[in-house]
């Protein structure tokens, strides 16, 4: 079932980018980068490289969520947001995207900053100093089912 899922995915991603290109923001969300598998919305790092390369070379300008909102009309806008604040995120993705000046939008989840896994406050630190947005994923993921 996971495998058709992830086929399904991959086949959504490569019809967008042989689709028209229009003007907007198309927004890629992941989890972790460069994970062992078992988790939603990962890939690894180089397929994260290619991805950018390939949408910059449609067009695009790559910025964070917050300026995707202010973007003047008529210019296509990416934004790469990771869910959780998986340090995988850190360690993988950063120096991919930073190697090629594109910033991200990270969302940890606030009682997670810190523990094996998850981003420090020091890496979360370095990130928006280096262009990239912190956000909030709530302070405990809850499940809402549950709420």
Same mark, same amino acid.
């Given at each position: 079932?996971?495998?058709? $899922? %992830?086929?399904?995915?991959?086949? &959504? %991603? $490569?019809?967008?980018?042989?689709?028209?290109?229009?003007?907007?923001?198309?927004?890629?969300?992941?989890?972790?980068?460069? *994970?062992?598998?078992?988790?939603?919305? @990962?890939? +690894?790092?180089?397929?994260?490289?290619?991805?950018?390369?390939?949408? =910059?070379? =449609? #067009?695009?300008?790559?910025?964070?969520?917050?300026?995707?909102?202010?973007? +003047?009309?008529?210019?296509?806008?990416?934004? $790469?947001? %990771?869910?959780? *604040?998986?340090?995988?995120?850190? =360690?993988?993705? %950063?120096?991919? $995207?930073?190697? &090629?000046?594109?910033? @991200?939008?990270?969302?940890?989840? &606030?009682?997670?900053?810190?523990?094996?896994?998850?981003?420090?406050?020091?890496?979360?630190?370095?990130? =928006?100093?280096? #262009?990239?947005?912190? *956000?909030?994923?709530?302070?405990?993921?809850?499940?809402?089912?549950?709420?």
């Amino acid at each position: 079932m996971m495998r058709l $899922l %992830f086929r399904c995915l991959i086949l &959504l %991603f $490569l019809l967008a980018l042989s689709a028209p290109v229009q003007a907007g923001n198309l927004t890629l969300v992941y989890h972790q980068i460069g *994970g062992k598998g078992g988790v939603t919305l @990962g890939l +690894p790092a180089e397929t994260l490289r290619r991805r950018v390369l390939a949408l =910059r070379a =449609r #067009g695009y300008r790559f910025v964070t969520s917050s300026q995707a909102l202010n973007a +003047p009309s008529g210019v296509k806008t990416a934004t $790469l947001r %990771f869910d959780d *604040g998986f340090e995988s995120v850190y =360690r993988e993705a %950063f120096p991919v $995207l930073q190697a &090629l000046g594109v910033p @991200g939008t990270v969302y940890p989840i &606030l009682d997670l900053i810190g523990p094996p896994g998850h981003m420090t406050q020091a890496q979360l630190d370095e990130l =928006r100093a280096a #262009g990239w947005e912190i *956000g909030s994923h709530t302070h405990t993921h809850a499940a809402l089912i549950d709420l």
